[in-house]
């Protein structure tokens, strides 16, 4: 089926078309730009980007996939989780092209979405399809979920996420720490360049065993990040510089040991020796290095989509419809809305 998918939970406006399980085009606006100065997502400010972005954002991808809006067999949409705001404005648009087209309309979850970027096949990359069940590690500025996936349509259990902060949002925040602009991640990878990380012995969120035994596979990183406060507050009280290489260093390694720990858990407690990665934070390379190094040992394969499928799009929202439509499923009603909580188990919205 040839599909376009609509992304607006968070600060990128994603267009994509699909055919299947191929990637025609993706088209992807940010609004990255307008919060950076105030270190985060500014939620308004968002939604009022991807107003203004959806109808370029729209020729452009039918534009680069060659087909018009009536070749199109239907129309995917995130409806959750995200932003409110910025979901409604996705989601309003969605609706908007399905009743005027004739055409149906899916709507999906965002975080499934991201586990289907890894089945699309484009001009640079063949993609072989999922092999049943695989661990799921999707760490975003929003997300750091956990995920035993059985079947990307019908079947997909949360295992763990954060109880605080997201791991890219702990980038962002300890960036602003060391005075480094936003997005943290990219900054802090490249202030880690040089840096030893074995420097400063930073906290492992939830890893004691007593934390253990109720959250093997959540994560915090909230006392990750007050502890390089404190530890740069303590060194500018003794007058001394701050190593910037180091605590990049070290903290990039604390979040990456974490990640590739509990998700190498959960392939081994569920005997599943397959791992996919996800989100925005994949772009670290440290963590790639890492996972990739330790699933080896643990005889456990890896799989990365692109990096320009990793970040927030709308070709993974088609993707994911596509799959729904092959598997046989009928249309959402009409009556959904943009809900800022769904939960990862509810891979469509109501289904007809
Ligand atoms: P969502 O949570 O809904 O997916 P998002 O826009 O916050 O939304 P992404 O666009 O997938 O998520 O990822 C952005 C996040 O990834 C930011 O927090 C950013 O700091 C982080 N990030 C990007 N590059 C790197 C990197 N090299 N290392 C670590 N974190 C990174
Ligand atoms: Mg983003
Ligand atoms: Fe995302």
Redesign the pocket.
């Known amino acids: 089926p040839l599909v376009l998918g609509i992304e607006t ?4 406006t994603g267009i994509g078309i699909v055919r299947g399980r191929r990637l025609l085009s993706n088209t992807i606006a940010s609004s990255m730009d307008e919060h950076a100065r105030y270190g985060g ?1 500014v939620p308004e400010v968002a939604a009022r980007a991807h107003l203004e972005a959806l109808q370029p954002a729209i020729e452009q991808a039918l534009a680069e996939a060659q087909v018009g809006l009536d070749d199109l067999d239907a129309i995917a949409v995130t409806s959750g989780p ?1 932003l409110a705001g910025a979901l409604m404005v996705g989601v309003g648009a969605a609706k908007g092209l399905a009743v005027s087209l004739d055409k149906p309309l899916y709507a999906v979850n ?1 975080l499934v979405g991201h586990i289907a970027a890894d089945i699309l096949t484009s001009a640079d990359h063949e993609s072989e399809p999922l092999e049943y069940p695989t661990i799921a590690l999707l760490v ?4 750091t979920s956990l995920l035993h996936v059985r079947d990307l349509t019908t079947d997909v259990e949360l295992l763990g996420e954060t109880v605080d902060d ?1 791991a ?2 702990a ?2 925040k300890v960036a602003r720490l060391l005075g480094l602009p936003y ?4 900054q ?2 490249r202030a880690a360049v040089g840096g030893d990380p074995r420097a400063i012995r930073f906290p492992r969120g939830l890893s004691k065993a007593s934390d253990l035994a109720r959250h093997r596979y959540d994560f915090s990183f909230s006392g990750l990040k007050t502890a390089v406060a404190r530890w740069i507050e303590r060194a500018e009280a003794a007058g001394q510089d701050i190593p910037t290489a180091d605590v990049a260093a070290s903290f990039r390694e604390a979040v990456v040991d974490v990640l590739v720990t509990k998700a190498l858990a959960a392939c081994e407690d569920r005997g599943v020796p397959r791992l996919l990665l996800g ?3 994949i ?3 440290r963590l790639r290095e890492v996972a990739l190094e330790r699933a080896e040992a643990a005889g456990v394969t890896v799989r990365i989509p692109p990096l320009t499928l ?3 799009n709308g070709a993974m929202i088609a993707g994911l419809a596509a799959e729904l439509i092959t598997g046989g499923r009928d249309a959402s009603t009409l009556g959904f809305g943009a809900d800022s909580t769904l939960p990862v188990t509810q891979i469509q919205v109501s289904p007809a």
């Open positions: 939970s968070c600060d990128e997502v995200g965002h975003s500025g929003g997300h997201a890219g949002e980038f962002d997005p943290g991640g990219p802090i990878d989100g925005g934070v772009a670290n390379r990793c970040t927030d």
